[in-house]
């Protein structure tokens, strides 16, 4: 008869490839038990409510995500707890009876970046990835227009909209891609340089500090594109890969991905 | 003969209305010195190339930006002293013989905040606000779908594109409005609860928190509408009433307000 798995040994799978785990980490059950015998399992980038009932209507009661329930990175700060929004969202997971496990740290400490492995690969870049670092890949593209790039990349992820700055028409071939909110001007910016880079791709940053960068790099001859794809947008490739792999060391139970709506629609 | 004021002097007119002053504060000369005769004042949000250079064109000598001149908010970091392009600009600036002043924490403190209170007038919200908080402006609409406010607000600041959370056809008028990076889930939240608005318009803030809060609100039976202006597009109003207040103050030299185009393009 097959093994059906404990809550337990599929967070221990998901941790097993992780390089390291940082103290604190925000990877835990945030609803759930670890012995819980798990009869299906969704990954999505967050666990909205919808996520949760279509998990649980499919027989799943495990959802691993990247993002936590309550609106904040750590979770742990005052505004979570007293929010009614958040009091109510915690009431309908409790009746759901699905556990949500928050896979983050672990993801983006496999070797690659679990994350940024399967956004490059969503992207079709993965031929073309020179570098894999721990906080980004270095890719060496076929050179093309910046708006031809953002057209196949809003092709291949499927994406309504995304945002870009510099020329249009520059061509661009050597790129950093950066998931996730790795696109600030701390991290970017000497990379860019550093790797003589011509493109950079990042999920979210803030918007005073590298798009600026590119605006006045453009305006001292220094020929840079940016492409900001969204935060979920950019993440959502890793969860799905993360399903995937679920899936072949779990093969006696249903593993799937739900890829949620984008958060915003550009008017 | 008329008076042509020192930098200085404006600089204290900048601060006077003031409130307060954090310390530190990121408002200064960022370049040039304190008894610099001024022959014309330029207000931007972002001191550009584009800026500095029209003001300089335009015969003006002092540029009253919002944010700094090297893509980060502190501007004392490691990644401002390396980044090649940083390094360009400033020798950019120091030709141009325009000094820069950076007005950002005085104009958020004066009463009420000047930026907050120049967007709301920009929306023509003026009449509708019932009270100015130090960090944001609470204002009673007239009802309206949120697509439809959507429309109005390109319509007024001149936009090409915003990012809206929440149902289009979703009534609002409990606004809270959040100019700048005010956008976070630990302000946004408890505001929105507290005050029982059912939208939001800010500038910038972080995906994952209040855009996913007004998703799973609405999901909760909570209406609530959400408006990303863009970080400078929000704080671009209060930047031009600014202008507006020096000419006033300063009737013997030009003064104008400079307007750069969004440093992102929606594709």
Chains 1, 2 share one sequence.
């Not at 925000?26 to 670890?34: E, T, W, Y």
Request: proline share 8%; net charge negative.
């Amino acid at each position: 008869m097959p093994t059906i798995p404990t809550a337990r040994a599929v967070i221990n799978a998901l941790l097993a490839p992780a390089s390291s785990m940082p103290e604190p980490t925000v990877d835990r059950l945030l609803h759930g038990r670890p012995d819980l015998p798990v009869t299906g399992i969704v990954t999505a980038f967050m666990p909205t409510l919808r996520v949760i009932g279509q998990a649980r209507e499919a027989g799943a009661n495990l959802v691993i995500a990247h993002e936590g329930l309550f609106f904040s990175h750590l979770e742990r700060g005052a505004e979570a707890a007293e929010s009614e929004v958040a009091r109510a969202k915690r009431q309908a997971v409790e009746r759901s009876g699905v556990a949500v496990y928050r896979c983050h740290d672990a993801l983006h400490r496999y070797v690659p970046d679990g994350v940024t492995a399967a956004l490059a690969e969503a992207l079709g870049w993965a031929p073309y990835v020179r570098e894999h670092r721990p906080e980004a890949a270095l890719a060496d593209l076929p050179p093309a227009a910046l708006g031809e790039i953002a057209a196949g990349i809003k092709r291949r992820l499927g994406l309504p909209a995304l945002r870009l700055a510099g020329d249009p028409a520059a061509m661009c071939s050597r790129a950093v891609l950066l998931a996730g909110y790795r696109g600030g001007g701390a991290l970017a910016i000497p990379l860019l340089e550093a790797e003589r880079a011509d493109l950079v791709v990042y999920g979210e940053g803030p918007e005073w500090e590298t798009p600026e960068y590119v605006r006045e790099a453009n305006r001292l001859g220094r020929s840079c594109g940016l492409i900001a794809l969204g935060h979920a947008e950019s993440e959502e490739p890793g969860m799905a890969a993360l399903a995937v792999r679920l899936a072949g060391l779990f093969p006696h139970i249903p593993v799937r991905h739900i890829r949620e709506e984008p958060v915003f629609r550009s008017v």
